[in-house]
Protein backbone atom coordinates (compact mmCIF):
# COMPACT_ATOMS: atom_id res chain seq x y z
CA UNK A 1 0.00 0.00 0.00
CA UNK A 2 1.59 3.28 -0.91
CA UNK A 3 2.05 5.54 1.43
CA UNK A 4 0.27 8.79 1.22
CA UNK A 5 -2.81 6.40 1.30
CA UNK A 6 -1.59 4.77 5.02
CA UNK A 7 -1.05 8.96 5.69
CA UNK A 8 -4.60 9.31 4.58
CA UNK A 9 -5.86 6.53 6.77
CA UNK A 10 -3.75 7.71 9.93
CA UNK A 11 -5.45 11.13 9.40
CA UNK A 12 -8.68 9.68 9.21
CA UNK A 13 -8.29 7.74 12.29
CA UNK A 14 -6.85 10.01 14.42
CA UNK A 15 -9.88 12.64 12.90
CA UNK A 16 -12.54 9.77 14.27
CA UNK A 17 -10.85 9.78 17.35
CA UNK A 18 -10.93 13.22 18.28
CA UNK A 19 -14.64 13.24 17.03
CA UNK A 20 -15.93 10.63 19.09
CA UNK A 21 -13.61 11.84 22.39
CA UNK A 22 -14.98 15.32 22.17
CA UNK A 23 -18.61 13.52 21.62
CA UNK A 24 -18.23 11.33 24.74
CA UNK A 25 -16.84 14.27 26.73
CA UNK A 26 -19.87 16.67 25.32
CA UNK A 27 -22.61 14.01 26.61
CA UNK A 28 -20.70 13.60 29.87
CA UNK A 29 -21.38 16.69 30.35
CA UNK A 30 -24.49 17.28 29.13
CA UNK A 31 -25.56 14.22 30.76
CA UNK A 32 -24.20 15.93 34.41
CA UNK A 33 -26.27 18.67 33.35
CA UNK A 34 -29.29 16.68 33.19
CA UNK A 35 -28.46 14.88 35.78
CA UNK A 36 -28.61 18.19 37.88
CA UNK A 37 -31.46 19.35 36.20
CA UNK A 38 -33.54 16.24 36.82
CA UNK A 39 -32.21 16.11 40.88
CA UNK A 40 -35.07 15.82 43.34
CA UNK A 41 -34.47 18.02 45.96
CA UNK A 42 -37.34 16.56 47.91
CA UNK A 43 -34.84 13.26 47.88
CA UNK A 44 -33.07 15.11 51.15
CA UNK A 45 -36.05 16.99 52.54
CA UNK A 46 -36.69 14.82 56.16
CA UNK A 47 -40.16 13.35 56.49
CA UNK A 48 -40.17 15.20 59.78
CA UNK A 49 -40.92 18.59 57.88
CA UNK A 50 -43.89 20.99 58.49
CA UNK A 51 -43.84 23.34 55.59
CA UNK A 52 -41.79 23.63 52.30
CA UNK A 53 -41.82 26.64 50.25
CA UNK A 54 -40.45 26.13 46.24
CA UNK A 55 -39.53 28.25 43.49
CA UNK A 56 -38.42 27.42 40.35
CA UNK A 57 -37.07 31.10 39.87
CA UNK A 58 -35.48 32.34 43.07
CA UNK A 59 -34.17 35.31 41.59
CA UNK A 60 -37.94 36.73 39.91
CA UNK A 61 -39.47 35.36 43.26
CA UNK A 62 -37.32 37.57 45.41
CA UNK A 63 -38.03 40.88 43.10
CA UNK A 64 -41.46 40.27 43.20
CA UNK A 65 -41.46 39.93 47.06
CA UNK A 66 -39.10 43.76 47.21
CA UNK A 67 -41.66 45.34 45.02
CA UNK A 68 -44.58 44.58 47.51
CA UNK A 69 -45.31 47.64 48.82
CA UNK A 70 -44.85 46.52 52.69
CA UNK A 71 -41.23 45.86 51.72
CA UNK A 72 -40.30 48.98 50.26
CA UNK A 73 -41.46 50.65 53.54
CA UNK A 74 -39.32 48.19 55.53
CA UNK A 75 -41.52 45.63 56.46
CA UNK A 76 -40.30 41.94 56.22
CA UNK A 77 -42.10 38.46 57.68
CA UNK A 78 -38.30 37.18 59.29
CA UNK A 79 -40.18 33.48 59.48
CA UNK A 80 -36.86 32.38 57.87
CA UNK A 81 -33.21 33.49 58.98
CA UNK A 82 -32.25 31.69 55.86
CA UNK A 83 -34.24 33.15 53.84
CA UNK A 84 -33.94 36.90 55.28
CA UNK A 85 -30.09 36.30 54.74
CA UNK A 86 -30.04 35.56 51.16
CA UNK A 87 -32.45 37.99 50.35
CA UNK A 88 -30.29 40.57 51.76
CA UNK A 89 -27.15 39.07 49.61
CA UNK A 90 -28.67 38.01 46.42
CA UNK A 91 -27.65 40.67 44.38
CA UNK A 92 -24.03 40.66 45.22
CA UNK A 93 -24.51 36.75 44.55
CA UNK A 94 -25.95 37.31 41.06
CA UNK A 95 -23.13 40.40 39.95
CA UNK A 96 -20.80 37.46 40.91
CA UNK A 97 -22.03 35.42 37.58
CA UNK A 98 -21.99 37.47 34.56
CA UNK A 99 -24.96 35.66 32.73
CA UNK A 100 -27.14 35.53 36.27
CA UNK A 101 -27.90 32.75 37.89
CA UNK A 102 -27.93 28.76 36.66
CA UNK A 103 -31.13 27.17 36.13
CA UNK A 104 -30.11 25.03 38.31
CA UNK A 105 -29.56 27.53 41.08
CA UNK A 106 -32.84 29.18 40.55
CA UNK A 107 -34.33 25.95 41.94
CA UNK A 108 -35.10 26.75 45.66
CA UNK A 109 -36.44 24.85 48.76
CA UNK A 110 -37.08 25.73 52.09
CA UNK A 111 -38.09 23.47 54.22
CA UNK A 112 -39.66 24.06 58.42
CA UNK A 113 -39.45 22.12 61.38
CA UNK A 114 -40.26 22.25 64.53
CA UNK A 115 -40.62 23.62 66.93
CA UNK A 116 -41.32 26.71 64.61
CA UNK A 117 -38.72 29.36 64.88
CA UNK A 118 -36.94 31.58 62.55
CA UNK A 119 -33.61 29.24 62.45
CA UNK A 120 -35.10 25.81 62.47
CA UNK A 121 -35.25 25.38 58.60
CA UNK A 122 -32.77 23.72 55.82
CA UNK A 123 -32.50 25.79 52.51
CA UNK A 124 -32.02 23.20 49.38
CA UNK A 125 -30.70 24.19 46.31
CA UNK A 126 -29.32 21.99 42.97
CA UNK A 127 -26.07 23.48 41.79
CA UNK A 128 -25.29 23.35 38.14
CA UNK A 129 -21.67 23.55 36.34
CA UNK A 130 -19.05 25.97 38.15
CA UNK A 131 -21.53 26.71 41.11
CA UNK A 132 -19.93 24.36 43.54
CA UNK A 133 -17.41 27.39 43.53
CA UNK A 134 -19.41 29.77 43.32
CA UNK A 135 -21.30 28.96 46.56
CA UNK A 136 -18.43 28.36 48.40
CA UNK A 137 -16.94 31.50 47.61
CA UNK A 138 -19.92 33.62 48.38
CA UNK A 139 -20.32 31.62 52.22
CA UNK A 140 -16.79 32.27 52.87
CA UNK A 141 -17.40 35.83 51.85
CA UNK A 142 -19.86 36.42 55.16
CA UNK A 143 -17.97 34.11 57.10
CA UNK A 144 -15.72 35.04 60.15
CA UNK A 145 -12.22 35.08 58.99
CA UNK A 146 -10.50 34.93 62.06
CA UNK A 147 -12.13 31.33 62.44
CA UNK A 148 -11.47 28.83 60.21
CA UNK A 149 -14.28 26.26 59.04
CA UNK A 150 -14.57 23.17 60.41
CA UNK A 151 -15.87 19.42 58.68
CA UNK A 152 -17.61 16.87 60.58
CA UNK A 153 -17.99 13.33 59.11
CA UNK A 154 -21.47 12.09 59.26
CA UNK A 155 -22.13 8.52 57.76
CA UNK A 156 -19.25 8.98 55.91
CA UNK A 157 -20.66 12.15 54.85
CA UNK A 158 -19.25 15.60 55.17
CA UNK A 159 -20.59 18.31 57.25
CA UNK A 160 -18.98 21.82 56.82
CA UNK A 161 -19.52 24.45 59.69
CA UNK A 162 -18.66 28.13 58.76
CA UNK A 163 -18.87 30.58 61.75
CA UNK A 164 -20.63 34.03 61.17
CA UNK A 165 -20.90 36.88 62.38
CA UNK A 166 -23.74 36.97 63.93
CA UNK A 167 -22.28 34.43 66.94
CA UNK A 168 -24.26 31.85 65.08
CA UNK A 169 -23.30 28.85 62.71
CA UNK A 170 -23.68 27.35 58.89
CA UNK A 171 -23.86 23.92 58.38
CA UNK A 172 -23.35 23.25 54.85
CA UNK A 173 -23.90 19.60 52.73
CA UNK A 174 -22.51 19.82 49.75
CA UNK A 175 -22.41 18.11 46.63
CA UNK A 176 -21.87 18.83 43.10
CA UNK A 177 -25.55 18.42 42.23
CA UNK A 178 -26.48 20.18 45.50
CA UNK A 179 -26.49 22.24 48.10
CA UNK A 180 -28.21 22.03 51.82
CA UNK A 181 -27.75 24.68 54.62
CA UNK A 182 -29.09 25.24 57.79
CA UNK A 183 -28.23 26.96 61.31
CA UNK A 184 -29.21 23.74 63.04
CA UNK A 185 -26.12 20.79 62.31
CA UNK A 186 -28.54 18.56 63.66
CA UNK A 187 -31.18 19.54 60.55
CA UNK A 188 -28.11 19.18 58.27
CA UNK A 189 -27.30 15.25 59.72
CA UNK A 190 -31.60 14.57 59.08
CA UNK A 191 -30.93 15.60 55.64
CA UNK A 192 -28.28 13.11 55.38
CA UNK A 193 -30.09 10.44 56.74
CA UNK A 194 -33.31 11.24 54.34
CA UNK A 195 -30.70 10.85 51.66
CA UNK A 196 -28.67 7.66 52.54
CA UNK A 197 -31.99 5.99 53.62
CA UNK A 198 -34.05 6.87 51.21
CA UNK A 199 -36.91 7.80 53.50
CA UNK A 200 -37.28 11.53 52.83
CA UNK A 201 -40.13 13.11 51.93
CA UNK A 202 -40.61 12.00 49.08
CA UNK A 203 -41.39 8.57 49.84
CA UNK A 204 -44.27 9.48 52.29
CA UNK A 205 -47.35 8.29 50.56
CA UNK A 206 -49.24 11.43 51.42
CA UNK A 207 -47.09 14.03 50.76
CA UNK A 208 -45.79 12.00 46.78
CA UNK A 209 -49.60 12.51 46.21
CA UNK A 210 -49.77 16.28 46.89
CA UNK A 211 -46.74 16.80 44.66
CA UNK A 212 -47.93 14.17 42.40
CA UNK A 213 -49.17 16.96 40.09
CA UNK A 214 -46.68 19.28 39.63
CA UNK A 215 -46.27 22.93 40.38
CA UNK A 216 -47.93 25.60 38.21
CA UNK A 217 -44.87 26.72 36.56
CA UNK A 218 -46.78 30.31 36.23
CA UNK A 219 -46.55 31.22 39.72
CA UNK A 220 -43.58 32.34 41.72
CA UNK A 221 -43.57 30.19 44.58
CA UNK A 222 -45.92 27.05 45.67
CA UNK A 223 -45.84 26.47 49.82
CA UNK A 224 -46.94 23.24 51.08
CA UNK A 225 -48.22 23.12 54.72
CA UNK A 226 -48.75 19.37 56.67
CA UNK A 227 -51.44 20.41 59.25
CA UNK A 228 -53.13 17.68 61.91
CA UNK A 229 -56.38 16.85 63.10
CA UNK A 230 -55.46 16.67 66.62
CA UNK A 231 -56.68 18.60 69.79
CA UNK A 232 -56.78 21.70 68.89
CA UNK A 233 -56.62 23.41 72.39
CA UNK A 234 -53.36 22.31 72.44
CA UNK A 235 -50.01 23.57 70.14
CA UNK A 236 -46.22 22.74 71.27
CA UNK A 237 -45.74 26.74 72.07
CA UNK A 238 -48.75 26.48 74.53
CA UNK A 239 -50.81 29.00 72.39
CA UNK A 240 -53.98 27.48 71.38
CA UNK A 241 -54.92 27.79 67.96
CA UNK A 242 -57.35 26.40 65.09
CA UNK A 243 -54.92 26.43 62.63
CA UNK A 244 -54.07 22.24 62.40
CA UNK A 245 -57.10 21.10 60.05
CA UNK A 246 -55.70 17.79 58.93
CA UNK A 247 -53.29 16.54 55.84
CA UNK A 248 -51.04 18.36 53.45
CA UNK A 249 -52.46 21.82 51.83
CA UNK A 250 -50.85 23.13 49.12
CA UNK A 251 -50.92 26.59 48.14
CA UNK A 252 -49.55 28.53 44.98
CA UNK A 253 -48.63 31.98 46.23
CA UNK A 254 -48.96 35.70 43.53
CA UNK A 255 -48.31 39.06 45.04
CA UNK A 256 -49.28 42.24 43.52
CA UNK A 257 -48.24 45.59 45.32
CA UNK A 258 -50.44 46.02 48.53
CA UNK A 259 -51.92 42.15 48.25
CA UNK A 260 -50.61 38.60 48.81
CA UNK A 261 -52.49 35.79 46.97
CA UNK A 262 -52.62 32.37 48.24
CA UNK A 263 -54.63 29.35 46.36
CA UNK A 264 -54.70 26.18 47.44
CA UNK A 265 -55.87 22.82 47.58
CA UNK A 266 -56.42 20.23 50.36
CA UNK A 267 -55.22 16.58 50.28
CA UNK A 268 -56.70 15.40 52.97
CA UNK A 269 -58.21 11.99 52.26
CA UNK A 270 -58.84 10.40 55.35
CA UNK A 271 -62.73 10.57 56.10
CA UNK A 272 -62.06 9.12 59.42
CA UNK A 273 -60.23 11.48 60.83
CA UNK A 274 -61.71 14.54 62.83
CA UNK A 275 -61.08 17.77 61.19
CA UNK A 276 -62.06 21.52 60.19
CA UNK A 277 -61.66 20.38 56.59
CA UNK A 278 -63.82 16.79 56.96
CA UNK A 279 -66.40 18.74 59.25
CA UNK A 280 -66.40 21.64 55.91
CA UNK A 281 -67.29 18.29 53.70
CA UNK A 282 -70.12 17.07 54.98
CA UNK A 283 -72.07 20.99 55.12
CA UNK A 284 -74.01 22.70 51.39
CA UNK A 285 -72.47 25.81 50.74
CA UNK A 286 -73.75 29.23 51.22
CA UNK A 287 -74.06 31.91 49.31
CA UNK A 288 -73.75 35.65 49.96
CA UNK A 289 -71.25 37.79 51.94
CA UNK A 290 -72.47 38.81 55.64
CA UNK A 291 -71.56 42.61 55.40
CA UNK A 292 -75.43 43.87 55.57
CA UNK A 293 -75.59 42.47 58.68
CA UNK A 294 -72.31 42.90 60.32
CA UNK A 295 -71.87 46.47 61.97
CA UNK A 296 -69.43 48.98 60.22
CA UNK A 297 -66.89 48.70 63.57
CA UNK A 298 -66.77 44.74 62.69
CA UNK A 299 -62.51 44.11 63.20
CA UNK A 300 -63.69 39.68 62.62
CA UNK A 301 -65.80 37.90 61.14
CA UNK A 302 -66.54 34.30 60.54
CA UNK A 303 -69.16 32.67 58.22
CA UNK A 304 -69.85 29.13 58.29
CA UNK A 305 -72.22 26.34 56.11
CA UNK A 306 -73.64 24.26 58.78
CA UNK A 307 -76.28 22.20 56.92
CA UNK A 308 -75.00 19.49 59.27
CA UNK A 309 -74.86 20.66 62.56
CA UNK A 310 -74.14 17.04 63.85
CA UNK A 311 -70.55 16.75 61.94
CA UNK A 312 -69.49 20.47 62.82
CA UNK A 313 -70.07 19.59 66.70
CA UNK A 314 -68.30 16.67 66.47
CA UNK A 315 -65.02 18.67 65.26
CA UNK A 316 -65.85 21.55 67.54
CA UNK A 317 -66.89 19.40 70.26
CA UNK A 318 -62.65 17.88 70.25
CA UNK A 319 -61.71 20.95 71.45
CA UNK A 320 -60.41 20.74 74.58
CA UNK A 321 -60.90 24.21 76.36
CA UNK A 322 -63.95 23.96 75.23
CA UNK A 323 -64.81 21.01 77.55
CA UNK A 324 -62.43 22.25 80.34
CA UNK A 325 -65.25 23.30 82.95
CA UNK A 326 -67.79 20.38 81.65
CA UNK A 327 -70.17 18.69 83.93
CA UNK A 328 -73.16 16.49 83.23
CA UNK A 329 -75.65 19.57 84.04
CA UNK A 330 -73.75 21.60 81.32
CA UNK A 331 -73.42 18.23 79.10
CA UNK A 332 -77.19 18.21 79.29
CA UNK A 333 -78.05 22.05 78.42
CA UNK A 334 -75.50 21.19 75.20
CA UNK A 335 -77.68 18.42 74.08
CA UNK A 336 -80.91 20.65 74.79
CA UNK A 337 -79.61 23.63 73.12
CA UNK A 338 -78.13 21.52 70.06
CA UNK A 339 -82.04 19.97 69.85
CA UNK A 340 -82.89 23.61 69.75
CA UNK A 341 -80.87 24.63 66.90
CA UNK A 342 -81.39 21.20 64.86
CA UNK A 343 -84.91 22.45 64.72
CA UNK A 344 -84.75 25.92 64.04
CA UNK A 345 -81.55 27.01 62.88
CA UNK A 346 -80.81 27.70 58.81
CA UNK A 347 -77.90 26.41 57.21
CA UNK A 348 -75.59 29.14 57.87
CA UNK A 349 -73.81 30.60 61.17
CA UNK A 350 -72.00 34.04 61.37
CA UNK A 351 -69.52 35.26 64.23
CA UNK A 352 -68.52 38.93 64.79
CA UNK A 353 -66.30 40.96 66.81
CA UNK A 354 -66.92 44.76 66.94
CA UNK A 355 -66.07 47.96 69.42
CA UNK A 356 -69.53 49.51 70.46
CA UNK A 357 -70.58 53.25 70.05
CA UNK A 358 -67.52 55.82 70.93
CA UNK A 359 -64.88 53.54 71.83
CA UNK A 360 -62.26 51.01 70.80
CA UNK A 361 -61.58 50.00 74.73
CA UNK A 362 -64.14 47.81 74.66
CA UNK A 363 -65.39 44.77 72.82
CA UNK A 364 -68.30 43.24 71.66
CA UNK A 365 -68.99 39.38 70.36
CA UNK A 366 -72.39 38.25 68.94
CA UNK A 367 -73.10 34.67 66.86
CA UNK A 368 -76.15 34.78 64.95
CA UNK A 369 -78.40 31.97 63.15
CA UNK A 370 -80.95 32.58 60.45
CA UNK A 371 -83.82 31.40 62.22
CA UNK A 372 -87.09 29.13 60.62
CA UNK A 373 -90.48 30.18 62.32
CA UNK A 374 -89.11 32.85 64.64
CA UNK A 375 -92.31 32.45 66.37
CA UNK A 376 -92.81 29.39 67.20
CA UNK A 377 -88.79 29.17 67.72
CA UNK A 378 -88.89 32.11 70.50
CA UNK A 379 -91.54 30.08 72.44
CA UNK A 380 -90.06 26.57 72.20
CA UNK A 381 -86.60 29.07 73.47
CA UNK A 382 -88.71 30.11 76.46
CA UNK A 383 -90.20 27.17 77.27
CA UNK A 384 -86.34 25.36 77.64
CA UNK A 385 -85.48 28.27 79.72
CA UNK A 386 -88.50 27.65 81.87
CA UNK A 387 -88.49 24.02 82.60
CA UNK A 388 -84.78 24.07 82.80
CA UNK A 389 -83.77 23.29 86.55
CA UNK A 390 -81.50 26.21 88.31
CA UNK A 391 -77.38 24.68 87.92
CA UNK A 392 -77.54 25.74 92.33
CA UNK A 393 -80.39 26.62 93.74
CA UNK A 394 -78.22 29.15 96.03
CA UNK A 395 -77.30 31.36 92.96
CA UNK A 396 -80.11 33.68 91.63
CA UNK A 397 -81.67 33.20 88.52
CA UNK A 398 -80.80 36.28 86.12
CA UNK A 399 -83.67 37.82 84.60
CA UNK A 400 -84.41 38.74 81.35
CA UNK A 401 -84.01 41.79 80.06
CA UNK A 402 -85.00 44.25 77.78
CA UNK A 403 -84.05 46.94 74.90
CA UNK A 404 -85.45 49.65 73.45
CA UNK A 405 -84.71 50.88 69.86
CA UNK A 406 -86.19 52.18 67.20
CA UNK A 407 -89.57 52.15 68.68
CA UNK A 408 -88.73 48.50 68.85
CA UNK A 409 -88.60 46.25 72.13
CA UNK A 410 -85.96 43.51 71.93
CA UNK A 411 -86.20 40.97 74.84
CA UNK A 412 -82.15 39.29 75.84
CA UNK A 413 -83.19 35.75 77.13
CA UNK A 414 -80.56 34.21 80.05
CA UNK A 415 -79.59 30.84 78.60
CA UNK A 416 -78.76 28.00 81.09
CA UNK A 417 -75.40 27.39 81.31
CA UNK A 418 -73.68 25.73 78.03
CA UNK A 419 -70.23 25.22 75.66
CA UNK A 420 -72.08 25.85 72.42
CA UNK A 421 -71.09 29.19 72.37
CA UNK A 422 -67.83 28.34 73.34
CA UNK A 423 -67.53 25.54 70.94
CA UNK A 424 -68.78 27.57 67.42
CA UNK A 425 -66.96 30.53 68.05
CA UNK A 426 -63.91 29.93 69.79
CA UNK A 427 -64.20 32.71 72.41
CA UNK A 428 -64.13 31.01 75.74
CA UNK A 429 -65.76 32.46 79.29
CA UNK A 430 -65.20 30.62 82.30
CA UNK A 431 -68.92 31.30 83.59
CA UNK A 432 -70.43 30.04 80.05
CA UNK A 433 -72.96 32.22 80.49
CA UNK A 434 -74.57 33.46 77.42
CA UNK A 435 -77.84 35.45 76.28
CA UNK A 436 -80.20 35.05 73.46
CA UNK A 437 -82.58 37.53 71.42
CA UNK A 438 -84.28 37.14 68.37
CA UNK A 439 -83.57 39.87 65.49
CA UNK A 440 -84.73 40.02 62.03
CA UNK A 441 -85.25 36.66 61.29
CA UNK A 442 -82.08 35.81 63.23
CA UNK A 443 -80.90 34.31 66.34
CA UNK A 444 -78.17 36.35 68.49
CA UNK A 445 -76.53 34.99 71.62
CA UNK A 446 -73.80 36.56 72.87
CA UNK A 447 -71.56 36.68 76.38
CA UNK A 448 -73.39 39.74 77.43
CA UNK A 449 -76.31 42.03 77.15
CA UNK A 450 -74.17 45.06 75.80
CA UNK A 451 -73.27 43.30 72.85
CA UNK A 452 -76.39 42.22 71.71
CA UNK A 453 -77.83 45.86 72.54
CA UNK A 454 -74.26 47.19 70.52
CA UNK A 455 -75.28 44.73 67.81
CA UNK A 456 -78.95 46.01 67.53
CA UNK A 457 -78.29 49.89 67.41
CA UNK A 458 -75.65 49.65 64.73
CA UNK A 459 -78.11 47.51 62.58
CA UNK A 460 -80.96 49.78 63.35
CA UNK A 461 -78.85 52.66 62.40
CA UNK A 462 -78.15 51.20 59.15
CA UNK A 463 -74.29 51.33 60.14
CA UNK A 464 -72.97 48.29 58.27
CA UNK A 465 -69.78 46.53 57.01
CA UNK A 466 -71.26 46.56 53.12
CA UNK A 467 -69.37 49.21 51.43
CA UNK A 468 -66.93 49.93 53.82
CA UNK A 469 -63.21 49.94 51.45
CA UNK A 470 -61.73 47.52 53.69
CA UNK A 471 -64.76 45.49 53.51
CA UNK A 472 -65.07 45.47 49.76
CA UNK A 473 -61.55 44.78 48.90
CA UNK A 474 -61.57 41.50 51.13
CA UNK A 475 -64.25 39.56 49.62
CA UNK A 476 -63.40 41.16 45.94
CA UNK A 477 -61.38 38.13 44.93
CA UNK A 478 -63.34 35.44 46.85
CA UNK A 479 -66.10 33.33 45.30
CA UNK A 480 -69.60 34.38 46.61
CA UNK A 481 -70.32 30.51 47.46
CA UNK A 482 -67.85 28.64 49.70
CA UNK A 483 -68.04 26.37 53.20
CA UNK A 484 -66.15 28.84 55.09
CA UNK A 485 -65.13 32.69 55.07
CA UNK A 486 -63.03 34.75 57.53
CA UNK A 487 -62.20 38.78 57.41
CA UNK A 488 -59.94 39.64 60.31
CA UNK A 489 -57.98 43.24 61.19
CA UNK A 490 -54.95 41.99 62.75
CA UNK A 491 -53.80 45.16 63.80
CA UNK A 492 -57.35 45.16 65.81
CA UNK A 493 -57.19 41.41 67.11
CA UNK A 494 -54.11 41.45 68.17
CA UNK A 495 -54.95 43.99 71.15
CA UNK A 496 -57.75 41.42 72.66
CA UNK A 497 -57.87 39.75 75.51
CA UNK A 498 -56.28 36.10 75.30
CA UNK A 499 -59.95 34.57 75.19
CA UNK A 500 -59.66 35.56 71.78
CA UNK A 501 -56.21 34.44 70.44
CA UNK A 502 -57.66 31.22 69.22
CA UNK A 503 -59.72 32.75 66.16
CA UNK A 504 -57.04 33.00 64.14
CA UNK A 505 -53.75 30.85 63.97
CA UNK A 506 -51.36 31.26 66.34
CA UNK A 507 -48.28 31.72 63.72
CA UNK A 508 -49.82 34.97 62.99
CA UNK A 509 -49.69 35.89 66.57
CA UNK A 510 -46.21 35.09 66.43
CA UNK A 511 -45.10 37.92 64.19
CA UNK A 512 -47.34 40.15 65.08
CA UNK A 513 -45.23 43.33 64.16
CA UNK A 514 -45.72 41.82 60.22
CA UNK A 515 -49.00 40.92 60.28
CA UNK A 516 -50.38 43.87 62.40
CA UNK A 517 -50.50 45.59 59.58
CA UNK A 518 -52.46 43.70 57.03
CA UNK A 519 -56.03 42.45 56.87
CA UNK A 520 -56.84 38.49 56.46
CA UNK A 521 -59.12 37.22 53.99
CA UNK A 522 -59.81 33.52 54.38
CA UNK A 523 -61.89 31.26 52.03
CA UNK A 524 -62.97 26.95 52.18
CA UNK A 525 -64.89 26.22 49.15
CA UNK A 526 -65.70 22.64 48.49
CA UNK A 527 -66.22 20.54 45.19
CA UNK A 528 -66.87 16.57 45.15
CA UNK A 529 -65.42 16.61 48.16
CA UNK A 530 -62.08 18.73 47.76
CA UNK A 531 -61.69 21.73 49.84
CA UNK A 532 -60.04 25.14 47.81
CA UNK A 533 -58.40 27.15 50.27
CA UNK A 534 -57.56 30.57 49.27
CA UNK A 535 -56.48 33.14 51.27
CA UNK A 536 -56.26 37.15 50.79
CA UNK A 537 -53.48 39.25 52.73
CA UNK A 538 -54.39 43.07 52.26
CA UNK A 539 -51.41 45.31 53.19
CA UNK A 540 -53.13 48.63 54.82
CA UNK A 541 -50.07 50.84 55.16
CA UNK A 542 -47.84 52.71 57.34
Not at 197 to 223: C, M, Q, W, Y
Not at 489 to 498: A, K, L, T, V
Not at 499 to 524: C, G, K, M, S
Amino acid sequence: MKLHIWVKIILFALILLFCLGIGTYSYRRLSAVEQAENFDLYTLVPASTTAILETDHMVEFIQEVNELSCSKEGRFLFISKLFSYLKLHLHTLVEQTPHGLSKQMNKLLISFHAPDNERNQVLYCTLGNGDYELVERFIKEYCISTFPSKIFDYKGQEIRIYPMADDHFLACYFTTQFIAISYQKKLIEEVIDARLSGKSLINDKTFERVHAGGRRTNTPATIYVRMHSVDLGKTTDGIPSQSQLGGWTEFDMKMNGDVIYFSGISHENDSTRISFTNALRCQEPVEGFPGEILPASTFFFNKWAVSDLHSMFRFTSSHEYSTATYSNYIKDRDEEMLGFFMEYAGDNLVTSLFHPVDTLEQLCAVMSFPIQNVTQAERRLRNLIQTTPPEDTSLPVKPREYYHSMGWTYTFYPLPRNTLFTQLTGITESALHTYASFYKGRLLIAPDTESLSSYIYFLNRGEILDDTPAYEEGISSLSATYNFMQMVDFGDIFIQPENYVRLIPNFFFRNQDFFRHFILATQFTCSNGVIYPNIVLIYKGS
